[in-house]
């Protein structure tokens, strides 16, 4: 079992900044695929990026490249969310989740994750 807690939510003008964490409970971090995920108010629930175990090879959705990095610290069970440029549109709750796997190919949908955190809301202001 892997509870995952997210923070650094909050508002921001538009061009701002954040940096969202997520850390995991269990001694196993290091053996999961993590992936940021967001929803909008009466939207489904959206793929951000995602990383593998070894931290290497991210993947993002084509509305984040260039803006949003993620990375991952191993040795303190967190996941990052690095997002710059911020823009009205990407105001949403930002869910992190994890599925125990030693692969490297990208999991892009919901139904890839075993796990998920409680969510961190970010508003983007014009």
């Known amino acids: 079992q892997v509870q995952l807690v997210e923070s650094g939510g909050g508002l921001v003008q538009a061009g701002g900044s954040l940096r969202l964490s997520c850390v995991a409970s269990g001694r196993t971090f290091s053996h999961y695929a993590m992936g940021w995920f967001r929803q909008a108010p009466g939207k489904e629930r959206d793929f951000v990026a995602a990383?593998?175990?070894?931290?290497?090879?991210?993947y993002y959705a084509d509305s984040v490249k260039g803006r949003f990095t993620i990375s991952r610290d191993n040795a303190k069970n967190t996941v990052y969310l690095q997002m710059n440029s911020l823009k009205p549109e990407d105001t949403a709750d930002y869910y992190c989740a994890a599925v125990r796997t030693l692969t490297v190919v990208p999991r892009t949908s919901t139904r890839d994750y075993d796990y998920w955190g409680q969510g961190t809301q970010v508003t983007v202001s014009s």
């Open positions: 990383i593998p175990w070894s931290g290497t090879s991210p």
